[in-house]
């Protein structure tokens, strides 16, 4: 098992309830800064990719 460059989100505050994403060519692993060696979400760059548009086309609505 490779071993994950980890960021974490630039809109995590100081708390523990942060997301922390690894990213390759072929993979976006997600987990959680509260149990980082717990559930890790695995997805497509482009399903990613896809997620982060929709999400930021809903802000523009609100």
Avoid at 30 to 53: K, N
């Amino acid at each position: 098992m490779h071993q994950n460059s980890w960021q974490r989100s630039s809109y995590c505050g100081q708390g523990e309830s942060c997301l922390h994403v690894a990213a390759s060519h072929s993979t976006v692993e997600l987990t959680e800064s509260s149990d980082p060696a717990g559930a890790i979400l695995h997805t497509t760059p482009a399903a990613w990719a896809a997620l982060v548009r929709a999400v930021k086309e809903s802000h523009r609505h609100d």
